[in-house]
């Protein structure tokens, strides 16, 4: 019964699935080139942005068709407005991690000490997008619990580049405007990490019908 | 507060058994709506609430349904003061062949009232509650036959607010309407309840959201679920609801 329907709906989470695996691309290529120094690598991110951006035009638009058509009441319902919120978190993740390549292609290979701290934190962050998506295909509160849990380890990786970048400063072993950009993408992670904790946070909506409280 | 009280009703005609053990208090002076697919024995329960059900040869009913405190089995209880009380509308309209202004007149005459001054503000009062007085204000002793099912329909709304009644039972009535007259009556029923409890049954799972405050799901004679309309369609407790609601049923 209702079979296009479940079809339509099964539809919206293969596109959800796509845009969160081109988003974790973004991050994945983002962190590379900060890591490597790969410039062509930058560059492909900055150009891939504009297809997150469509594929959430995209999706909004089946929502809203869905939306218009069918209806939705309970579960239906709770899915594609999580849907809907869900697609605004990967848009703004997907442009994170555009404005990381960006700053990338200022830094010309300039590499400094501590640099792994910022890779792990990327790497952290990575996990926690690919882990919101996962929780939400397979429908997993727990999972997307953990994602939640996991966003206290991205910020104090945040506080320990922030005060590592401090002490650089102090120390002069590092040129300002270096510092600054370190500190820029570290942040730039920091508040994807925020967006994948909101994901998670649609996932146990649309499964339970709860919010987590504020 | 809670105007009707069902305590453990079961209904049966002949051997068929149409509701099972039907638990469920009717908030006052607010909307409830009966959803369920055809059979589940929504308007059977709608029927017996005004006891219209002693009409069908066969019917044995057991358990209990209090309104304001009183049995409304026991001997004492006179059924046409039980229909003043709880008035009732169907699907369709079915007005009398006789002026609209008689129409309305109707029940408050058989109850007894004559004097020509009464009755005109009785039968003014309950067209302005139904809606439907400036429409028909001209033309009170045309043939209500005349009118559009819309109209028609919310002439037997006023017709049954004649007699001043508290609650109003309502079987699908806007099953037989166009989209600007279920609107209408939508809202009409939406105004109704600061004065009226509404109970009713419809088929129209976005007007059961729209228009009420409490949903109750029957299913095969069983009153499967009852709550707040936004709590039974944004999060349902049983399973069966949310198949149902979602159209995913069977």
Known sequence: MRSRFDEQLYELNRELIEMGAMCEEAIASAAKALSTGNMELAAKVRANGAAIDQMERDIEGRCMKLLLHQQPVARDLRQISAALKMITDMERIGDQAEDIAEIVTFLNGHTMEGMELIEEMARATIEMVMSSVDAFVKKDVELAEKVIAQDDVVDDYFSKVKYGIISMITENSTDGEFALDLLMIAKYFERIGDHATNIAEWVIYSVTGKHKEV | ?250
């Not at chain 2, 409830?32 to 040869?57: E, W």
């Not at chain 2, 009755?119 to 400036?134: K, M, P, S, T, Y």
């Not at chain 2, 005349?146 to 017709?159: D, E, V």
């Not at chain 2, 600061?194 to 029957?218: C, G, L, P, W």
């Open chain 2, 1 to 250: 507060m809670s105007i009707i009280f069902v305590k453990d009703m079961c209904l049966w005609y002949g051997d068929h058994q149409a509701l099972k053990n039907v638990n469920i208090e009717i908030p006052e002076k607010s909307i409830t709506a009966f959803i369920g697919p055809s059979g589940c024995g929504k308007s059977t329960f709608l029927k017996t609430l005004n006891r219209m059900n002693d009409l069908i040869p066969g019917v044995k009913i057991t358990g209990d349904i209090c309104y304001e405190g009183t049995d409304i089995f026991s001997k004492e209880v006179d059924v046409n003061n039980l229909r003043k009380e709880i008035g009732m509308v169907f699907q369709k309209p079915n007005p009398f062949p006789m002026s609209i202004y008689d129409n309305v007149a109707y029940g408050p005459r058989t109850h007894g009232i004559t004097n020509r001054v009464q009755l005109d503000e009785i039968v003014e009062r309950a067209l302005r509650d139904a809606a439907i007085w400036d429409e028909v204000k001209d033309r009170l002793k045309k043939n209500a036959l005349g009118m559009s099912g819309g109209q028609q329909q919310r002439l037997c709304i006023a017709r049954a607010l004649a007699v001043e009644p508290k609650v109003l039972l309502m079987d699908e009535p806007t099953s037989a309407l166009d989209p600007i007259s279920t609107s209408r009556i939508e809202e009409l029923v939406m105004e109704l309840k600061e004065k009226y409890t509404i109970v009713m049954v419809t088929h129209n799972m976005q007007q059961a959201v729209r228009v009420s405050d409490y949903t109750a799901f029957f299913l095969l004679g069983e009153l499967v679920e009852f709550g707040k309309t936004d709590d039974v369609f944004s999060q349902p407790r049983e399973k069966r609801t949310e198949d149902y609601i979602t159209g995913r049923f069977g």
